[in-house]
């Protein structure tokens, strides 16, 4: 059976824009949830007990971590890399641990 010439040119425009449109909303559809996830991060951001406020925080901190392997209640952690310019620095997690029952 004989195929159409102008059959195979249309075919591969198909298969070229639908991988396309697939690869677009995958990307829309990462870069949204990273900016979602992102604005949770600044929302729930507490530094720990006694810091000095954010500007002079993130101006101060090294991002060495020691303070992460020294607290002895395993509240801190270290910000992700969804945390923006955070990163690196400790953060406070009050609502895993409760200092009350220590």
Do not use: H
């Amino acid at each position: 059976m004989a195929r159409p010439e102008n059959s195979s040119p249309v075919l591969r425009r198909f298969l070229r824009d639908a991988v396309r449109t697939v690869a677009g909303l995958s990307a829309a559809v990462a870069v949204l949830g990273i900016q979602q996830r992102r604005s949770q991060a600044d929302v729930l951001r507490l530094r720990p007990p006694g810091a000095v406020p954010e500007a002079a925080f993130s101006g101060a901190c090294i991002r060495c971590g020691q303070c992460v392997q020294a607290c002895p209640y395993q509240t801190l952690k270290l910000a992700t890399l969804i945390s923006g310019p955070a990163v690196g620095t400790p953060l406070f997690y009050r609502a895993r641990y409760s200092l009350r029952n220590v």
